[in-house]
């Protein structure tokens, strides 16, 4: 029997059976990102099946999963230097347009003023790491080098935190002055100092050091005590007082 173009042409075009489909439609329930949230809760879910909820649809080529997963990839699979992307350089990614840039970043612009609202809870200094939570949602994301003050009562309650300069990528200078003023002012009996590493280095400089010596000899002369330096990063902190450099 002569088989001709023609007669092969509806099989040439026909999925086979067992071909991938990249429509989460098609996929188990349990694996439907949507409906395992439903399912089993949110915790179970991967940062990329999140992600993939909020933007709804992928591309012809790929899932929304697995768009979600090619986006996280971009920033090592990191949340915060995810919510650091612009709209506009989320929608470089094929399959992500104004509309789905915006979901991603409004959520996680609400991640972020969610850690905002837990630490404006902390109203006593317990640990280094209460510091941390304490000022990581102002601090711990910024571009740029910030230093704060934590400003405290004999309980070690927070009287008042506040940004005392706002630097450059490297650096900030600080005014020991206004430190102190302000300390007088509020009736702090103690301190904490703060600033953050853009780089994400926890190593203290020569220059950290420094500063924070001459803090604390300017503290002591008014009975003011400078219990603590932290270095704080996107996720991690550096304690001076824990590591015993005070």
Known sequence: MKITIKKLVPYLYQMPENSTSFSIKNWADD?????????????????????????GSGSRDESAVELSKRILA?????????????????????????AKAVTIAAALEIGRRRRGEDAEKITKITSSKSVFELLQPSMGELPHEEFWVVFLNNSNKVLHCSQQSKGSITGTLVDVRLIMKEALEIGAVAIILAHNHPSGTLKPSAADKQITLKIKNAAEGLDIKVLDHLIITQTEYFSFADENIM
């Open 31 to 55: 694996d439907k990102p949507r409906e395992k949230l439903i399912l089993k809760g949110r915790s179970v879910l991967s940062d990329a099946e999140l992600i993939a909820i909020l933007i």
């Open 74 to 98: 971009s920033v090592n699979n990191n949340l915060n230097d995810l919510g650091k992307l612009s709209v506009k350089k989320l929608m470089q990614f094929k399959g992500i347009g104004e």
